[in-house]
């Protein structure tokens, strides 16, 4: 019983608005016994970056909630991070190049493509294709993200020794949904928006965040251009990944 009652307590606290705790009182981690211990009582708690705000209602009311229209064409900007954490390209665009116009590495297979961040005025931008439209899932509270160039979502999968970035991260791709061993789940994303109006964007299915780097030198694709990925937000042992890392900035595109 009292087991119970701590895990509901613990539970509540999960999910108290940010605007009650400032940041610098929320612990960066919970300690891993207790994470443990919540996990294996069944309760599923979000790990979401702090000072964030979780949709209300369904996908399509909060998106409207925050001004975004679903169906419509948005650009995504990667905000300029407070650090050079991990030498994050802060203002640079996510999209992607067919693989018959660059680099060979940007085709992952025939019915998917590997995305990148793409500097304004570098050939990846000039050549990329960077229009994204926001689909709400039906019930839900996630979107998916689809490619205005030919209908493929933005996903991330670990099936491919090519996709594997390190034991925390994978890289990101634009992937038919028609394809053999495409899964729906992967298309489905979770936004959380935090006070200075940029979005985080969190794989349902892996639980890690879209971000994109130029620590490793696998993570360059070129002059004014780097491969996105997904990053894990917690990890046991190690640290947190702050939550300046993989702040996107939506631009609707008109």
Known sequence: RSKSRAVAI????AFRPVVETPPSAMPSVLPVAVALSILSCGVSLDFGPSNSQFMLGDASQGLAAWGLEAGESYRLRIAKPTSDYMKQPGGWYLGFVKADLTEKNDKRDEN??????????????????????????NGTKYVR?????NGWYLTAQQELK?????????????MNPDA??????????MLTKDHWGAYKLRQVSTMRYLTGHRRASHDIRGNG?????????????????????????LERVF
Do not use: C, N
């Open 162 to 174: 090519s996709d594997e970035r390190d034991d925390f991260s994978t890289y990101s791709m634009v």
């Open 10 to 13: 613990l539970a509540q606290a």
């Open 145 to 149: 993200i689809r490619s205005m160039k």
């Open 225 to 249: 251009s780097t491969y996105a990925m997904v990053r894990q937000e917690i990890h046991v042992g190690k640290f947190k990944v702050p939550a300046k890392d993989g702040r996107w900035i």
């Open 112 to 137: 998917s493509t590997y995305v990148s961040l793409m500097e304004p005025g570098s050939t990846a931008y000039t050549l990329g294709h960077k229009r994204w439209i926001l689909e709400p899932v």
């Open 180 to 189: 053999p061993g495409a899964r729906p789940q992967d298309f489905m994303w």
